[in-house]
């Protein structure tokens, strides 16, 4: 009879590609108990919380250590519990819980409430595990109207819990290239959720390119991501926009265009832009988060939030000769430096250690 696994609890604020893969992950080593914390409404957060406590006091005695994708207010009492039963709680931190653009309302520590509870979770948490070094701390000058410096180090500055970088981890073998499909050249593509609110257009960039485009008549932008019927306000004739596409056929859609796009205000470690890249786009990215670093010249860097600068990096893109060059030296960066099973591995290893030494 196969020796039992370990029991892991983990916690999440929405069920998002990063869960479902790192739940899959740790699948393979321990037996994991789960609960999301999705309120509808914000005067349900109190009752969803109730039912975490309840879930927790159930579950914490049989539990070696915890797992918070995250810090907000779902983290809080897992961190809490964890503290006072001494079993182990990792935070990994992904982007949002690690800044704040009071420009535009986003990051948990724009929030004043939301800020505190993940200050508390990572005062309470036993490890952090930030998917990228610039989590942590970050010099930020890609637009002049927030900090200086972003990362959870920079927010919380008399945080003391320790931390170590696990990278996200990507299949080479499931994101490749298609080769039943012919590139279209001059294209450019990103993939955006929420697409119809101002919010996001601003967030992810997406407003850039619409004010690019009319200059840009040699060049196609598709835009994923868009509600039935949606369209832009006066939307320029060479934008085309898709919905949201399955999981399992946006390898298609990455195959089909040469460019891809990242041009958010804020990022932590982006899954459409390391997937399109090992699927052969080249990446234009902001110089935000970890995405400088991630392509690592394989593509191309804006270094301001400007139109006007957007719209000349990208006819740079459009005139180089090197971009089945590019296109390799995107795909071979991804899948060496950042495979799936050095994720496993390092988490794992981390989650092992924290049962050994709490």
Same mark, same amino acid.
């Given at each position: 009879m196969p020796a039992r696994k370990p029991v892991l609890l983990y916690f !999440? $604020?929405?069920?998002?590609?990063?869960?479902?893969?790192?739940? @899959?992950? /740790? %699948? @393979? #080593? !321990? #037996?994991v108990r789960h609960r999301g914390f999705l309120p509808t409404e914000k005067w349900q957060t109190p009752l969803v919380w109730l039912g975490q406590i309840f879930f927790l006091l159930r579950? /914490?005695?049989?539990? %070696?250590?915890?797992?918070?994708?995250?810090?907000g207010y779902h983290s809080f009492f897992p961190a809490l519990f964890g503290k006072i039963a001494a079993k182990p709680c990792l935070i990994?931190? &992904? &982007?949002?819980d690690c800044v704040s653009f009071p420009s535009i309302g986003y990051g948990c520590f724009a929030n004043p409430l939301l800020g505190r509870f993940a200050r508390w979770s990572y005062q309470l948490a036993a490890h952090i595990a930030p998917v990228h070094e610039k989590l942590v701390w970050q010099d930020y000058t890609y637009q002049p109207n927030d900090y200086p410096?972003?990362?959870? @180090?920079f927010h919380c500055p008399d945080l003391k819990t320790p931390h170590t970088v696990v990278y996200n981890g990507y299949d080479a073998q499931f994101w490749q $290239?298609?080769?039943?499909i012919v590139r279209e050249p001059n294209t450019f593509l990103t993939v955006c959720a929420g697409l119809d609110m101002r919010f996001t257009q601003r967030l992810k960039g997406v407003d850039l390119i619409l004010e690019v485009a009319p200059g840009m008549p040699q060049a196609t932008f598709t835009i994923v991501g868009a509600p039935a019927g949606f369209t832009f306000p006066g939307q320029p004739a060479n934008v @085309?926009?898709? $919905?949201? /596409? $399955?999981?399992?056929?946006?390898?298609a859609v990455y195959s089909a265009h040469t460019y891809y796009?990242?041009?958010?205000?804020?990022e932590g470690f982006p899954n459409a832009l390391s997937e399109s890249m090992l699927c052969g786009c080249v990446p234009v990215v902001s110089q935000v988060g970890a995405m400088p670093d991630l392509i690592n010249g394989s593509g191309f860097v804006l270094p301001v939030r400007k139109a006007e600068v957007? #719209?000349?990096l990208l006819k740079k893109a459009l005139e180089t000769e090197e971009v089945q060059t590019l296109s390799q030296k995107a795909r071979r960066q991804v899948a060496t430096h950042y495979p799936e099973q050095r994720r496993e591995q390092e988490l794992l290893a981390l989650l092992q250690w924290l049962q050994k030494n709490s």
């Amino acid at each position: 009879m196969p020796a039992r696994k370990p029991v892991l609890l983990y916690f !999440y $604020p929405a069920q998002s590609s990063f869960v479902v893969k790192d739940l @899959r992950l /740790i %699948e @393979r #080593e !321990y #037996e994991v108990r789960h609960r999301g914390f999705l309120p509808t409404e914000k005067w349900q957060t109190p009752l969803v919380w109730l039912g975490q406590i309840f879930f927790l006091l159930r579950h /914490i005695w049989q539990a %070696e250590v915890l797992v918070c994708m995250f810090a907000g207010y779902h983290s809080f009492f897992p961190a809490l519990f964890g503290k006072i039963a001494a079993k182990p709680c990792l935070i990994v931190a &992904g &982007g949002t819980d690690c800044v704040s653009f009071p420009s535009i309302g986003y990051g948990c520590f724009a929030n004043p409430l939301l800020g505190r509870f993940a200050r508390w979770s990572y005062q309470l948490a036993a490890h952090i595990a930030p998917v990228h070094e610039k989590l942590v701390w970050q010099d930020y000058t890609y637009q002049p109207n927030d900090y200086p410096h972003q990362g959870f @180090r920079f927010h919380c500055p008399d945080l003391k819990t320790p931390h170590t970088v696990v990278y996200n981890g990507y299949d080479a073998q499931f994101w490749q $290239p298609d080769p039943a499909i012919v590139r279209e050249p001059n294209t450019f593509l990103t993939v955006c959720a929420g697409l119809d609110m101002r919010f996001t257009q601003r967030l992810k960039g997406v407003d850039l390119i619409l004010e690019v485009a009319p200059g840009m008549p040699q060049a196609t932008f598709t835009i994923v991501g868009a509600p039935a019927g949606f369209t832009f306000p006066g939307q320029p004739a060479n934008v @085309r926009l898709l $919905p949201k /596409i $399955p999981l399992a056929d946006l390898n298609a859609v990455y195959s089909a265009h040469t460019y891809y796009l990242q041009l958010s205000m804020s990022e932590g470690f982006p899954n459409a832009l390391s997937e399109s890249m090992l699927c052969g786009c080249v990446p234009v990215v902001s110089q935000v988060g970890a995405m400088p670093d991630l392509i690592n010249g394989s593509g191309f860097v804006l270094p301001v939030r400007k139109a006007e600068v957007l #719209e000349q990096l990208l006819k740079k893109a459009l005139e180089t000769e090197e971009v089945q060059t590019l296109s390799q030296k995107a795909r071979r960066q991804v899948a060496t430096h950042y495979p799936e099973q050095r994720r496993e591995q390092e988490l794992l290893a981390l989650l092992q250690w924290l049962q050994k030494n709490s």
